[in-house]
């Protein structure tokens, strides 16, 4: 029976929070600051509202990094330092929703109390237990400052919010002992069931630059023991936080319990959050033989920084659930500031959740496709529709709407520029070097958002199509190199290879999620995402404009474009 698999009171919990040491810091400082600052004193100018987004999670202040499901209602645990509160002595705060678009906040979920996670509590997951009883491991900071992972149950299940959690005085239930270090332990993932009816997990860890995914073993839950070898290791990569792991189906968009790769022929996806580069990696393969619980990659699949990313933009410390009432696999990411700290602290509130994404494993079965939850269309309000309209070099269409689907056509690719192999390894070096303004062959061509009227201003998402000896590459990037006039910020330019095939169907599609201080953008269906912070300035007086453009030599067409004006949502 797979876990979260009962009707009535099925419970999915994702719980997102990552561990890394320095972002506490900063956080807590921050918040610490923004305390004095909003009880005394006039608010710079760039405390104007400008930047709260209207449909992206974010609670009314602090920094947040996490969340997690239940019973027909979504939960979402964050990171949250209560006024005052000192270093360390971070929560799991809570909030909920039918809908994963509106929230409503309850009490913090689970605060250092006990030895265990005196020092603070940090990331983890909830896993389904037989009976339908949830429970949460998640890493706690013992008195010696060690990460240990504890356990926490539901004070009563009655509860639908479950507000109340309890955490057991045996723990820890997993101590840094036989060689972990104990500055290099956490972010327990949810844990599976085998067909031996064991129940495993996987902890995030490193060996020197050795990162890895330290497996445990328990037939009750509560027990605990460390596998003889790691699930999967990788020399080079450094601390594995926040490790997500769990089954695709071969064919279809249907998500799949955790546990559920025992008895299904599938494949498995194995990401991690790279400590050393803050992007997020992950691997397609097969999980080979649970008698000896190995986890092999494709050849597909590098498990190094070259690897796959699920975003290439801003976007941190995921994870994903199962949604029994959707059947679908939802991925749920965190997208930190791009702004100064001083200027965080000044807006009062820093990092934000990116829209939960649907993610189903590719038909040619390299990398995983994601797509915005279906609920976000129902904020959907006054629509706009462009058919058929043509991109000469230079030409600028001026379009509206903050949820943006256009489907470019490529009549011709007889001007792709050669493409060099040594990019990539590194695409957003190359969307860095040619960056919106630098002209091209097939491309750039794309949309810019959030523009000033006179251009002054814009983030730019946009294609490149090379000529690769025997196909087409096509490089996106989203360009924040104009994004905002103060130079206080960070502009990168992300970007990523979309692996599609051009050269028969001569389509691209592009979806934007424009909300305030982010822009979200899904390539080629959903191949290749990119989820940007931009800070605009001029857009306080004047309204955002959208224009469709293209710098390359071809022609390129707008085939069709629906967009629409996106309402608010009800967020805390
Ligand atoms: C458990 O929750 C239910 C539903 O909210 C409530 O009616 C009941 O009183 C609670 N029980 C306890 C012991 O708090
Ligand atoms: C343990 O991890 C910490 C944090 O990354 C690191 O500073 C330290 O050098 C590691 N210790 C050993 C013995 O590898
Ligand atoms: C957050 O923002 C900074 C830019 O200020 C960036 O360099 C950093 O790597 C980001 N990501 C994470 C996950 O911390
Ligand atoms: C692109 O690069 C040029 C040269 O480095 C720079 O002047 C420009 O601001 C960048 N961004 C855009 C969108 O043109």
């Avoid at 013992?142 to 045996?170: C, G, H, M, T």
């Avoid at 965190?334 to 990092?351: H, I, L, T």
Wanted: hydrophobic share 40%.
């Amino acid at each position: 029976m797979a876990a979260g698999s009962h009707s009535q009171f099925v419970l999915l919990l994702i719980v997102l929070f990552f561990g890394s040491c320095l972002m506490y810091q900063n956080s807590v400082e921050a918040s610490h600051k923004l305390y004095h600052l909003l009880l005394q004193s006039e608010q710079p100018s760039i405390v104007s509202n400008q930047y709260r987004t209207a449909y992206h999670f974010q609670p009314p202040k602090n920094w947040i990094n996490g969340p997690m499901y239940y019973s027909g209602v979504y939960h979402l645990f964050y990171q949250y330092n209560p006024k005052g509160a000192v270093w360390g002595n971070i929560v799991w705060a809570h909030s909920v929703s039918r809908d994963l678009l509106n929230w409503t906040p309850l009490p913090p979920a689970i605060y250092p109390s006990k030895p265990f996670d005196i020092n603070g509590c940090w990331s983890g997951s909830a896993t389904i237990l037989p009976g339908n009883k949830p429970a949460i491991l998640y890493t706690g900071i013992d008195p010696e400052n060690r990460q240990v992972q504890n356990i926490a149950f539901p004070k009563n299940l009655s509860d639908p919010f479950l507000r109340e959690w309890v955490k057991p005085d045996y723990n820890p239930v997993m101590a840094p002992v036989g060689g972990i270090n104990a500055s290099s332990f956490r972010d327990p993932t949810t844990g599976w069931r085998g067909r031996d009816g064991v129940w495993r997990l996987l902890v995030g860890s490193k060996i020197d630059r050795t990162g890895m995914a330290i497996l445990y073993r328990s037939k009750d839950f509560v027990h605990w023991a460390k596998a003889a070898r790691p699930l999967h290791s990788r020399e080079g990569t450094g601390m594995w936080e926040c490790p997500d792991f769990f089954p695709v189906a071969l064919s279809g968009r249907k998500g799949l319990d955790t546990s559920a790769g025992s008895v299904k022929k599938v494949k498995h996806v194995l990401k991690v959050s790279l400590d050393e580069t803050r992007y997020e990696y992950y691997t397609v393969g097969s999980y080979v033989d649970e008698a000896v619980d190995a986890y092999v990659p494709d050849g597909t699949s590098p498990d190094d920084r070259t690897g796959l990313r699920l975003d290439y933009g801003n976007f941190y410390a995921s994870k994903t659930f199962y949604d029994p009432a959707g059947k679908r696999r939802i991925l749920w990411g965190w997208s930190n500031e791009s702004d100064s700290v001083a200027d965080d602290v000044a807006k009062g509130w820093a990092g934000i959740q990116a829209i939960p994404r649907v993610l189903w494993l590719d038909t040619t079965g390299r990398q995983l496709v994601q797509w915005p939850i279906k609920e976000i269309e129902s904020l959907r309000r006054e629509e706009f529709h462009v058919r058929d309209v043509k991109l000469k070099t230079g030409k600028l269409h001026e379009l509206k709407g903050a949820d943006v689907q256009v489907e470019f056509d490529l009549p011709s690719l007889k001007k792709a520029e050669p493409f060099d192999p040594t990019w990539l390894a590194d695409p957003q070096k190359l969307c860095n070097q040619r960056n919106a303004s630098f002209p091209g062959g097939v491309g750039p061509f794309g949309l810019y958002v959030l523009a000033s009227a006179n251009l002054e201003e814009y983030t730019a998402l946009f294609f490149r199509v090379y000529k690769a000896p025997n196909k087409y590459m096509v490089l996106m990037c989203s360009d924040q190199s104009r994004s905002s006039l103060r130079p206080e910020v960070y502009k990168p330019a992300f970007g990523g290879f979309v692996d599609v095939d051009i050269s028969k169907r001569k389509k691209l599609s592009l979806r934007a999620l424009i909300d305030h201080s982010v822009v979200e953008s899904f390539g080629g269906g959903g191949r290749v995402c990119i989820t940007a912070r931009v800070y605009p300035t001029l857009l306080v007086a004047q309204k955002a404009h959208l224009y469709a453009f293209n710098k390359g030599l071809a022609t390129v067409g707008i085939e069709k474009l629906q967009a629409w004006n996106m309402a608010k949502a009800k967020i805390n």
